[in-house]
């Protein structure tokens, strides 16, 4: 599979090229596709019921897409208003990412909401990260513009989770309550702050489909 982007960095939308028989995995309906492409599984992600079930759901909204003998082509965008960003697999290091940013993967790429690095935080039950291992293109999507942090051996910093984008396997971090007696939940974020640590790279947004989404639903009309 190959990934071509355009329109960013503020409607960005992603272009999987796929070879003969190849499959792509999205967490949207994709927006168009060529001649030959093939919905085969679906979760009926929607849209924006895909950004409320992915802030707080049990599972990850997955689309399959698959091309013909002479391969094809389909578009893919976010549900909010951002950029795309492409992350390259390489079968050795995995990511962690929210289950927000999840756009698109290839079909050898794996997505988890119960890896074992998760009962720290979760205590083994699903919460609002997935991780991402394999090889392949793993492609995200950003609430606003993209900030990629890389962080060195012993260099800190504070991310709201409503901003994190994704981290890699080499970051520590340490989930906890932003304030004493705020509301907080460990299935969408809401409350909690991640402390991380280098070395490794961090991915953020300067937006948060979390407050968006409060914000569309207070509104007249929202809902």
Same mark, same amino acid.
């Not at 720290?120 to 990629?148: I, Y």
């Given at each position: 599979?190959?990934?071509?982007?355009? *329109? !960013?960095?503020?409607?960005?939308?992603?272009?999987?090229?796929?070879?003969?028989?190849?499959?792509? %995995?999205?967490?949207?309906?994709?927006?168009?596709?060529?001649?030959?492409?093939?919905?085969?599984?679906?979760? %009926?992600?929607?849209?924006?019921?895909?950004?409320?079930?992915?802030?707080?759901?049990?599972?990850?909204?997955?689309?399959?897409?698959?091309?013909?003998?002479?391969?094809? @082509?389909?578009?893919?965008?976010?549900?909010?208003?951002?950029?795309? *960003?492409?992350?390259?697999?390489?079968?050795?290091?995995? @990511?962690?990412?929210?289950?927000? !940013? @999840?756009?698109?993967?290839?079909? &050898?790429?794996?997505?988890?909401?119960? @890896?074992?690095?998760?009962?720290?935080?979760?205590?083994?039950?699903?919460?609002?990260?997935?991780?991402?291992?394999?090889?392949?293109?793993?492609? #995200?999507?950003?609430?606003?513009? #993209?900030?990629? *942090?890389?962080?060195?051996?012993?260099?800190?910093?504070?991310?709201?989770?409503? *901003?994190?984008? !994704?981290?890699?396997?080499?970051?520590?971090?340490?989930?906890?309550?932003?304030?004493?007696?705020?509301?907080?939940?460990?299935?969408?974020?809401?409350?909690?702050?991640?402390?991380?640590?280098?070395?490794? %790279?961090?991915?953020?947004? &300067?937006?948060?489909?979390? %407050? #968006?989404?409060?914000?569309?639903?207070?509104?007249?009309?929202?809902?």
């Amino acid at each position: 599979m190959q990934v071509r982007t355009r *329109h !960013s960095p503020s409607f960005g939308i992603a272009r999987l090229v796929l070879a003969g028989g190849e499959v792509a %995995r999205t967490g949207v309906d994709a927006v168009a596709t060529s001649s030959g492409i093939t919905r085969t599984t679906t979760g %009926r992600p929607g849209k924006l019921g895909a950004v409320t079930r992915a802030l707080g759901g049990d599972s990850v909204p997955e689309t399959g897409y698959a091309a013909g003998p002479q391969g094809g @082509w389909l578009d893919v965008a976010p549900s909010f208003p951002g950029d795309v *960003h492409t992350v390259e697999m390489d079968g050795r290091m995995g @990511w962690t990412l929210a289950r927000q !940013s @999840w756009l698109a993967a290839a079909g &050898t790429v794996r997505l988890e909401t119960s @890896w074992s690095g998760f009962r720290p935080l979760f205590g083994g039950q699903p919460g609002f990260l997935v991780h991402a291992s394999g090889q392949g293109q793993l492609v #995200l999507a950003c609430c606003g513009a #993209l900030d990629v *942090h890389d962080l060195q051996t012993g260099e800190f910093m504070t991310v709201d989770t409503g *901003h994190v984008v !994704s981290y890699t396997d080499t970051v520590q971090c340490r989930l906890r309550q932003f304030e004493q007696g705020r509301a907080q939940s460990l299935r969408t974020g809401a409350g909690l702050v991640f402390d991380f640590a280098g070395p490794g %790279r961090v991915v953020t947004q &300067t937006r948060s489909p979390r %407050r #968006l989404l409060s914000w569309s639903q207070a509104q007249p009309g929202g809902g």
